[in-house]
């Protein structure tokens, strides 16, 4: 009796969803636009790794500033898949933990991007506009604290997010056998 029931849930589930996908056609374009995204993305990350890290001439400070700025970057990067089959679902569908992991994953991006690049613009200008006094700041070891600073603040700023992000279900909804949450 209950697999009767599963199957006819499971048959008005998905044709409600095409029903949603149909009223709504613009999904089709954010699809492919979100997976062109990601490769371009992830091939153009990629690419900074492999430059830094086999250089040992492009192991600068302001350098290290970028390579870390392409790590946060890269970890938006990895929430775009579960974004794409997310639109597809017309909900959420990977569970509780990896609800909160991708929240973390694109807000980590906003908070650890927009610290470096102000502690980027901080080494510019000593750089350019101080450079006597650059010679005694601008050293690896502060670069490293620096950036660690900057990451450790961005995990404070997303502890919130650990502890109230979670998933609902106002209703059993099932997409390919998963079932679909808000």
């Known amino acids: 009796m209950f697999d009767n029931n599963l ?3 499971n048959n008005t589930t998905i044709a ?3 029903v ?3 009223k709504y056609p613009i999904t089709y374009y954010f699809v492919p636009f979100y997976a062109i995204l990601f490769l371009i993305g992830t091939f153009g990350n990629g690419l900074v790794f492999i430059s830094m890290l086999r250089s040992h001439r492009l192991r600068t ?5 970028l390579l870390n700025i392409a790590v946060a970057d890269f970890l938006l990067l990895l929430s ?4 794409i089959i997310t639109i597809l679902a017309n909900g959420w569908i990977f569970g509780h933990v990896l609800c909160k992991m991708y929240y973390n994953f694109i807000h980590i991006n906003q908070y650890v991007s927009s610290l470096l690049l102000a502690a980027l613009s901080f080494d510019r200008y000593l750089a350019v506009c101080r450079p006597i006094q650059a010679i005694e700041f601008r050293t690896r070891t502060k670069c490293v604290l620096i950036i660690g600073g900057c990451w ?3 995990v404070l700023f997303l502890c919130p997010t650990w502890v ?7 209703r059993y909804v099932v997409w390919y056998g998963y079932q679909v949450q808000k």
């Open 80 to 83: 775009i898949p579960f974004l």
């Open 16 to 18: 409600s969803v095409t």
């Open 152 to 154: 450790l603040i961005s």
């Open 7 to 9: 199957n006819t849930l």
């Open 61 to 65: 400070v302001t350098n290290t500033y």
């Open 164 to 170: 109230f992000a979670t998933v609902t279900s106002e």
């Open 20 to 22: 949603l996908l149909r």
